[in-house]
């Protein structure tokens, strides 16, 4: 069973604020990964981390969201001014490097 | 577009029957698929992963199928029972530190008694 934590499981909020989520890895998972599961169930992938470091992201993550991975305290995922079809499940997934990813329970935004 | 396809959204089996689940992939890099679980208002969990390397790999009631030529990959679950009734996402992506995945949009399973 996973025990990547993520807070919070539910967040509302309204077009142009900021909405956080965090994530807490696996004990022993450097690699940290941030997908995005949106209402038709398609999963988009948004950005990964080694430790501290970012090792990918895309253009949207790079424009419109804040994210980082500090050591010795949760990740985050921030995004700046949110939009409606920001709506979605995001999900934190952990990894001990080369492939097998282990899911938290998700932040389900709501942005009305 | 979409790099990873589950081409059937919903399956229902009898119990005791096979349940057969598909995924097409587009890219020739892959070489990692695995095959996740989700119930309702859950977060994925892996049931089973193979590497390019081989074309089969069993674990209990479950075997994933790999074709590589065809780039589709199946789970069968032997023996299906009411409680594997859930989403079944397939993922594919590359070995390395850090790869990316790519899921399906996922098929729900039902396993009627």
């Known amino acids: 069973n996973s025990k990547v934590i993520q807070t919070p499981r539910y967040l509302v909020k309204g077009q142009g604020q900021k909405a956080k989520m965090r994530c807490i890895p696996e004990?022993?998972?450097?690699?940290v990964f941030w997908y995005q599961q949106n209402k038709n169930n398609e999963f988009k992938f948004l950005i990964n981390?080694?430790?501290?470091?970012?090792?990918?992201q895309i253009d949207m993550t790079e424009k419109r969201f804040s994210a980082e991975c500090p050591s010795n305290s949760p990740c985050s995922l921030e995004i700046q001014s949110s939009e409606a079809g920001d709506s979605a499940l995001y999900l934190c997934?952990?990894?001990?490097?080369?492939?097998?990813?282990?899911f938290g329970p998700g932040t389900r935004l709501l942005v009305l | 577009g979409q790099q990873v396809k589950q081409s059937s959204p919903s399956l229902t089996v009898q119990e005791g029957g096979i349940s057969i689940l598909n995924c097409d992939y587009e890219?020739?890099?892959?070489?990692?698929f695995a095959w996740y679980k989700k119930y309702p208002d859950n977060s994925p969990t892996l049931l089973i992963s193979?590497?390019?390397?081989?074309d089969k790999r069993e674990d209990g009631r479950l075997t994933v199928f790999l074709n590589k030529s065809g780039k589709h990959f199946s789970l069968h679950i032997t023996a299906s029972q009411p409680e594997d009734t859930a989403v079944y996402l397939c993922?594919?992506?590359?070995?390395?530190?850090?790869?990316?995945?790519?899921f399906g949009k996922g098929a729900k399973l039902t396993v009627s008694p």
């Open positions: 997934a952990s990894s001990r490097g080369a492939d097998t990813q282990y």
């Open positions: 004990k022993g998972h450097p690699v």
């Open positions: 981390f080694q430790n501290q470091e970012v090792l990918q």
């Open positions: 890219n020739d890099m892959f070489d990692y």
């Open positions: 193979v590497r390019s390397n081989v």
């Open positions: 993922a594919a992506g590359q070995q390395g530190t850090g790869s990316k995945l790519s």
